[in-house]
């Protein structure tokens, strides 16, 4: 789905939507990220994308092109985390996946009141969404173990700040267990 499509409605019937935050190739062998690899957040993603609709993808791109526009190679989202019939795909030129994109639009229009969030990396493109989504009165669940950062430090304080901010912070077990009982 291309960032001017809308949802099937069979894909827009839940209120809570996973938004899985640049899972693209450059991102994920960007570091060593840690408490867990990059493989292992694609894993957890690709767990969580299979019992949710709606699915928002987020890539970063550069808004002047230079990284190759959105069909360089490296630009492309991981395989397991690619874009399929009835998921949005949003592209955003910054850290935070509701600037300038109109997904809060998208999400608002759709009946979507929550968010859980997944991807790379925590202490940014994840963060920043959570932010934002909080401010907008959403509720937000960032999935600890389907999400990584550099320092294993640095997740631990960034999931902190989260959950004193409001979002509640989940483990892909406890969110697709909440799925099946509606919690």
């Not at 690899?37 to 969580?48: G, K, N, P, W």
């Not at 550099?150 to 959950?163: F, I, M, N, P, S």
Request: glycine letters at 8%; a negative charge; proline letters at 4%.
């Amino acid at each position: 789905m291309t960032d001017s499509q809308a949802h099937s409605p069979a894909a827009t019937n839940s209120r809570t939507a996973l938004i899985l935050i640049d899972l693209q190739h450059w991102i994920l062998e960007m570091h060593a990220w840690q408490p867990r690899s990059a493989s292992d957040v694609v894993d957890a993603c690709a767990r969580l994308r299979a019992d949710f609709a709606p699915v928002v993808l987020v890539r970063y791109l550069r808004a002047d092109g230079a990284d190759g526009g959105p069909d360089a190679p490296a630009n492309q989202l991981h395989e397991r985390c690619a874009p399929g019939p009835d998921d949005l795909l949003v592209t955003k030129h910054g850290l935070d996946a509701f600037e300038g994109t109109g997904l809060a639009a998208r999400l608002a229009a759709s009946g979507v009141t929550g968010v859980v969030l997944a991807g790379l990396s925590t202490a940014h493109g994840v963060a920043a969404t959570a932010r934002t989504a909080l401010a907008s009165g959403l509720e937000v669940t960032v999935v600890s173990d389907a999400t990584a950062t550099v320092t294993a430090a640095e997740q631990d304080a960034v999931l902190g700040e989260l959950a004193r901010a409001g979002a509640a912070v989940r483990t892909v077990d406890e969110v697709l267990a909440a799925l099946v009982t509606g919690s």
